[in-house]
């Protein structure tokens, strides 16, 4: 069955480290998104892609990017995590029709 | 700009009971699919239902239905029937049309309990 998978589910880190988290899907999808979910704010967009080289801003960029050298990955980078980017961390995929995104399991992230 | 707005902070239904789950939206595109997930304790996102904007009938899907008010820009989830397992955040979100604009905008969510 096709899927969407993360990695790490659970990552600590310190403070200035850059970080990595991996997202990999086999729907064959065009779309990619990474979402971060913290208390009182819903599921804010941070990065998306539309297809291999694409890559365009969120609403929430600044701190993180990312690369999309494929279909089936879109790696989110932190490049020099901060403790405002505790959270938890969501990948997901869509078609290019109306049809629902599939979302991975999540990322918890914290950083110390 | 597209908008989600969830406000109910928190839900409480008697089990077996019907609860409805505000959400409205606001988007100047005439074309546009909206979308409810569940996210229980356990953190995964799970896709419920969709109702597109040309549907002229409210979307169903087992115990779950969309009542959808375009006129009123409102897409509000009613959950009949309600189980303990429905307990769990809502969260209603909406797509632009198909192709370059096809991000996901999500609203804040709603705690739903269900109680025995």
């Known amino acids: 069955d096709a899927e969407i998978t993360q990695s790490p589910r659970h990552k600590i880190t310190e403070t200035g480290r850059q970080v990595t988290l991996a997202c990999h899907q086999t729907?064959?999808?065009?779309?990619m998104f990474w979402y971060r979910q913290d208390l009182g704010h819903g599921l804010r967009l941070i990065h998306y892609?539309?297809?291999?080289?694409?890559?365009n801003k969120g609403e929430v960029s600044d701190g993180y990017s990312v690369s999309r050298s494929n279909t089936e990955d879109l790696p989110l980078t932190l490049e020099s995590a901060a403790s405002s980017q505790t959270s938890v961390y969501f990948c997901a995929s869509s078609d290019g029709s109306f049809t629902e995104a599939f979302f991975g399991q999540g990322t918890r992230l914290t950083v110390v | 700009a597209q908008k989600i707005t969830q406000t109910q902070p928190g839900m409480f239904v008697q089990e077996k009971e019907a609860v409805t789950l505000d959400c409205t939206y606001d988007t100047s595109d005439p074309s546009y699919g909206l979308f409810w997930y569940k996210q229980p304790s356990s953190g995964e996102m799970i896709f419920l239902i969709y109702q597109g904007s040309y549907d002229q009938q409210n979307a169903t899907e087992g115990r779950y239905s969309l009542n959808f008010q375009k006129a009123r820009k409102s897409a509000n989830l009613v959950i009949s029937a309600s189980q303990l397992g429905d307990s769990a955040m809502y969260f209603c979100a909406m797509r632009r049309s198909s192709g370059a604009n096809s991000k996901l905008t999500f609203g804040k969510g709603i705690t739903l309990s269900v109680r025995p």
């Open positions: 729907w064959n999808h065009n779309n």
């Open positions: 892609s539309y297809g291999v080289q694409d890559t």
